[in-house]
């Protein structure tokens, strides 16, 4: 049973998920290297926190407790946990170097759960110690609110991995979707289109950002894409298209946009940089 969550990689997405897992109990480590990224993660979950206290969405005392389930740690070997989850850049040598050496801390039973959102996780498996204890749990954003997480299954995860890592996403009040693994997985697949199809659009002039979001969240979208795309950060959303992109052997319908690399290039990543499509105070 797990009753212990370390998240290592302390950005939006990490925050998100120690926060779940705090809320429901279970003694978090939130891990960064960056001590200056862990100091704003705290601030900014603290401010989070207290939104939701505002809004009458959580007690005060739920509050404390929450900040009280999380430790805050730069140093590796504080990183002893039932399930590890990383969080952190989008490359599989960090990702595997990670799980590698949390392995030397961890006992052998620890899970490992990648919440990569376009790395094979197969592969990523396949270098790590215990390879049958790796599994992918790709959580959306922002991460406290959004219900859907990937389960990822490789051909080397045992059952009781996978079963593991159900009960945990179902303990969450999230929905698990148990898949495969596969580029983009299930999400990120089906969702390409809805991405390029409209940055193609603007590219062509066809439209403006503000106009193809109107429209589709008419149509019952609750988010257009170019205002999702500055949510998840332009930087994540365009280094998953282009490993979709590879790994289905470069279809021309699934072209990564320039329009996008762009703003990737000129650090308009969204809102975590102020300024993507849309600027953001």
């Not at 801390?105 to 215990?130: C, G, M, P, W, Y």
């Not at 991405?195 to 609750?222: C, H, M, P, R, V």
Request: hydrophobic residues 40%.
């Amino acid at each position: 049973m797990i009753q212990t969550v370390c998240v290592c990689g302390a950005g939006t997405m990490g925050r998100g998920i120690a926060q779940v897992a705090a809320r429901y109990g279970f003694h978090t480590v939130l891990f960064d290297l960056n001590r200056e990224v862990l100091e704003q993660a705290k601030a900014a979950l603290q401010k989070d926190l207290q939104v939701l206290v505002d809004r009458n969405k959580l007690t005060a005392a739920q509050q404390h407790s929450i900040l009280d389930h999380i430790r805050f740690t730069n140093e590796i070997n504080d990183c002893i946990a039932d399930i590890v989850i990383e969080a952190i850049v989008e490359k599989l040598p960090a990702k595997v170097a990670l799980f590698n050496q949390l392995a030397e801390v961890n006992h052998s039973e620890t899970i490992f759960a990648t919440n990569t959102s376009s790395l094979s996780v197969s592969e990523i498996a396949s270098q790590v110690v215990r390879p049958e204890r790796v599994a992918g749990m790709h959580f959306f954003n922002p991460a406290p609110l959004m219900k859907l997480v990937e389960v990822v299954a490789t051909p080397q995860t045992n059952k009781a991995t996978i079963d593991a890592v159900t009960a945990l996403t179902k303990q969450l009040e999230k929905t698990p979707v148990l898949c495969k693994d596969a580029p983009g997985f299930i999400v990120n697949h089906v969702a390409r289109p809805y991405y390029l199809e409209a940055l193609y659009l603007a590219e062509q002039e066809l439209s403006n950002f503000g106009a193809i979001d109107s429209l589709l969240e008419a149509t019952g979208f609750k988010m257009g894409p170019f205002k999702l795309m500055d949510l998840i950060g332009n930087d994540i959303n365009y280094a998953v298209s282009c490993s979709v992109y590879d790994q289905l052997g470069q279809p021309l319908r699934l072209r990564p946009s320039p329009l996008q690399q762009e703003k990737v290039n000129s650090g308009a990543l969204g809102r975590k940089t102020k300024k993507g499509y849309y600027e953001y105070n």
